[in-house]
């Protein structure tokens, strides 16, 4: 029998909206080719792979149709889920990851999950050449944090309205374009949109890592740690922040839609103990 893999929606109430990932929960370390190879297969913006630490954590790294990347919150909270839900964990506790970008935690609270990451605070930037372009939008300020540009728009409507030209945007160097304006509904305090054409996900339906600049760009303007985010993808994700000090706190909820096996075997490498 192959590799078990298994399919969740993230930052959703409901099956076939929010973010999907797959995740696969490995016995031993496998190559980075066989993983790049699965998450291509896949095709979702991100597949997360674990495996079982000394202690009780778990190693975790995240790959895009088009590479690994330092950071993801979407296959983060789909993977405590399928650990949880599958018995790799017990159920009440929290999960503890080995990650690119530190330890990570993601705690369960009900049906709710909290995700414990860094907070990557945006800085006043000049906009890249062509990048205003291909958002073909009006600015009311930029920034960038780690990995990311933040476009500050006036409103929601402006958020929603936005079509990118994807072909410029993918010479952008950056790993990816996050639009935000205030939201216009009640009980949700900002929205946004994420674009990564350059690892081959033209818009990101939830991207939790964004949130990761959003939250402490937001508490400020706001003037409030907690808040509540809506992510305005076709698929649409909900999803509530908190600033503390220099952590951030992602709380949502996640929806299995499919369990499986490949018919390949995740091939032995040693080597993954050394990233």
């Known amino acids: 029998m192959g590799q078990r893999i298994t399919v969740v929606d993230a930052f959703t109430h409901e099956a076939f909206a929010g973010n999907p990932a797959a995740v696969c929960v490995l016995t031993e370390p496998t190559t980075e080719a066989w993983m790049q190879s699965v998450a291509r297969e896949m095709k979702h913006s991100e597949t997360a792979f674990c495996i ?41 506790k929290t999960a503890c990851f080995s990650t690119l970008s530190g330890e990570l935690t993601a705690a369960p609270s009900g049906r709710v999950i909290e995700l414990n990451f860094p907070s990557r605070p945006p800085s006043e930037a000049e906009a890249p050449a062509g990048l205003v372009d291909a958002l073909g939008v009006t600015p009311s300020w930029i920034g960038r944090d780690l990995e990311d540009y933040v476009v500050l728009l006036a409103d929601e409507a402006a958020v929603k309205a936005c079509n990118p030209d994807f072909g410029p945007l993918r010479s952008v160097d950056t790993r990816g374009v996050i639009i935000t304006a205030p939201a216009a509904r009640d009980r949700v305090d900002f929205v946004s949109r994420f674009f990564a054409p350059r690892f081959g996900i033209d818009e990101d339906p939830v991207t939790g890592s964004a949130h990761c600049c959003l939250t402490p760009f937001w508490a400020s ?55």
Do not use: I, Y
């Open 52 to 92: 079982p630490q000394k202690g009780g954590s778990f190693r975790l790294r995240w790959f895009t149709p088009e590479g690994e990347v330092r950071l993801c919150g979407h296959a983060t909270l789909a993977a405590a889920h399928v650990l949880w839900e599958e018995g790799w964990l017990e159920h009440r």
């Open 221 to 275: 303007r706001l003037d409030k740690n907690v808040l509540t985010a809506r992510q305005l993808s076709a698929r649409g994700g909900e999803l509530e922040v908190e600033l503390c000090g220099e952590r951030v706190k992602l709380r949502g909820t996640c929806v299995t839609t499919l369990r499986g096996n490949l018919t390949e075997s995740a091939p032995s490498d040693s080597s993954w103990s050394r990233h």
